[in-house]
């Protein structure tokens, strides 16, 4: 399984940015897709989750603020991220968790950088 994230960048505080993230590859009896970020000098934290069944979970930090969607058909998880703090820079990564025989299998993009900054 291969993601792909995509739609990071610089935003003022306030702003909007969404960030996108497709899946590829043997992508069979994948459950749960989220995203993590990580700041600098900080330990990557969970930002939010979505089930395929569409079950959602999302940080404390985050609530009311960002909303996690995914399109089954496309294979793509989004993050569409408002009211953005500058605590909420960071590298965002995004999670596949693939059910398989015995376990679960964790794959992980390379990340997209979010900057907020005026």
């Known amino acids: 399984v291969q993601l792909q994230a995509s739609g990071g960048g610089l935003v003022q505080p306030g702003g909007s940015l969404r960030v996108s993230c497709a899946a590829s590859?043997?992508?069979?009896?994948?459950?749960?897709m989220a995203w993590y970020r990580q700041a600098p000098g900080k330990q990557r934290e969970l930002v939010a989750a979505?089930?395929?069944?569409?079950?959602?979970n999302y940080a404390d930090s985050v609530k009311g603020r960002f909303t996690i969607s995914r399109d089954n058909a496309k294979n793509t998880v989004y993050l569409q991220m408002n009211s953005l703090k500058p605590e909420d820079a960071a590298v965002y990564y995004c999670?596949?968790?693939?059910?398989?025989?015995?376990?679960?299998?964790?794959?992980w993009g390379k990340g997209t950088q979010v900057t907020v900054s005026s």
């Open positions: 999670n596949a968790v693939q059910v398989v025989a015995g376990g679960n299998i964790d794959y």
């Open positions: 590859g043997r992508i069979f009896s994948i459950n749960e």
């Open positions: 979505i089930t395929s069944g569409g079950t959602t």
